[in-house]
């Protein structure tokens, strides 16, 4: 049994090895102008901060470079995207038909699609709102100093969720398109999914319902399109109909 594993786990080496080589390289590249993303990943956080204390603060000595180094990660990251997409499907594609292999390039393209409109979701809807409702929530007691650590790294972790979740219609036309799901089979666990959703929205966002909220609606909605495509892709009723005629 081990023998039969051994090609798959030198596939996923290489695989490794290839997404550590792009993430190093492009985190290198991102440290070149870490200032100029962190400018940017702040922007939200200073346009929620009461007028006159729109600055952040650093608590610990080595804080600030460790930040950019953070920063240059996520810039990283976001940049070899594509890179990843296309090694994820380098792995699997050995299990899959010739016909169906041919997506590699529609799965990079909207695989970063997806995922770079969750990022923009979060940064230009999520963003705005919930640092506005966390940030003033108690400001009359209290005085907020933000810290850049604590900030980049609550930042990255919103926005790959984000990232992630918008990656639902993806994920639902290759699992249609193997068979493993269709349009009947979504409706049926539509009520388990919307738990679901809410559940992976309440983990992934501050603990705030409003938070919560701006990232189930448009995973509702996500879920909604993926059905659409399902039944595009493998609708139930061509299924049913060729189980019959056999």
């Not at 400018?39 to 729109?54: D, F, I, R, T, Y």
């Not at 604590?150 to 036309?173: H, R, W």
Request: proline share 5%; aromatic share 18%; charged share 15%.
């Amino acid at each position: 049994m081990l023998e039969d594993l051994k090609p798959h786990i030198h596939d996923l080496r290489k695989c490794l090895i290839n997404i550590t080589i792009a993430l190093l390289v492009a985190c290198c590249v991102c440290f070149y102008f870490w200032e100029i993303i962190l400018n940017w990943m702040v922007a939200p956080l200073s346009a929620a901060l009461p007028k006159g204390q729109e600055s952040v603060i650093f608590t610990q000595v080595g804080e600030a470079f460790f930040t950019a180094i953070k920063v240059a990660f996520f810039g990283g990251f976001i940049v070899s995207l594509p890179v990843i997409f296309w090694q994820l499907w380098s792995f699997v594609a050995p299990g899959l038909y010739d016909n169906e292999k041919r997506f590699v390039v529609p799965f990079v393209i909207f695989g970063t699609f997806f995922f770079v409109s969750g990022c923009a979701f979060a940064y230009y809807v999520a963003f705005p709102i919930g640092f506005s409702y966390l940030i003033n929530f108690g400001s009359q007691l209290f005085t907020a100093l933000p810290s850049i650590g604590d900030y980049v790294s609550f930042f990255a972790k919103l926005m790959v969720g984000f990232g992630i979740s918008f990656e639902l219609p993806v994920i639902t036309f290759f699992l249609a398109k193997i068979g493993l799901v269709t349009d009947k089979t979504l409706r049926e666990y539509f009520k388990y999914a919307i738990v679901f959703i809410f559940v992976l929205a309440a983990i992934l966002t501050p603990p705030d319902v409003l938070s919560q909220f701006l990232m189930a609606i448009p995973l509702t909605l996500l879920y909604g399109l993926s059905i659409f495509i399902a039944k595009v892709v493998n609708p139930y009723k061509e299924e049913k109909e060729e189980l019959e005629d056999e």
